[in-house]
């Protein structure tokens, strides 16, 4: 019987999950500049671990997909809105399970395709989701209510269950 050395679905929730995290997801900086489909030298070539990759920083959707590269569920390198419209390597997740993807922004955006600039996080159970975002500047673990108390990501757009497990196959930032 073939055995599989990836990481499983946390067993431990909120901060605890985020604590058990290897170095390289918890010490993360916040880098807008560095997001998925960047051209270098803003986005190296795809690292085999998934984390060195992270080390010139990320935004919140490249943190999120490195996540979830760590527990073996690969994302295309996908910008929010083309995250929220795809249907190929993720699907509506309603309710939210461990390891899904939730999207926060301020509101449809005149012109612009539902989920355009959308924050992006890793739900990690009831209450908790893992991110990275400019005001923290590292990532951390935040309630829904601390989204809705801002703004900017005031409005829980929906959550996206990846469904293309990691292959071995590389992946772009």
Known sequence: MPSDARPQVPSVRGPVAFDALPGALRNVAYSGVRHPGATPPECP?????????????????RY???????????VP???????????DATRPADPTRPLDLVLFDAGPVADRPPGYGAHVGVHL?????????????????????????????????????????????????
Not at 56 to 61: E, H, L, S, V
Not at 77 to 87: G, I, K, N, V
């Open 125 to 173: 159970g009831p209450d908790q989701v893992l991110h990275l975002c400019r005001e923290v500047g590292r990532p951390a673990v935040w309630r829904y209510a601390d989204f809705a108390a801002r703004p900017r990501y005031a409005r829980f757009l929906g959550a996206k269950r990846v469904v293309v497990a990691n292959s071995g196959a590389e992946g772009g930032c």
């Open 64 to 74: 999120a997909y490195a996540v979830l590269r760590h527990f073996g569920l690969l």
């Open 45 to 61: 070539s795809y690292a085999a671990d998934g984390n060195s990759a992270l080390t010139g920083g990320a935004n919140c959707q």
């Open 77 to 87: 390198p996908l910008r929010s809105a083309e995250l929220w419209a795809d249907r």
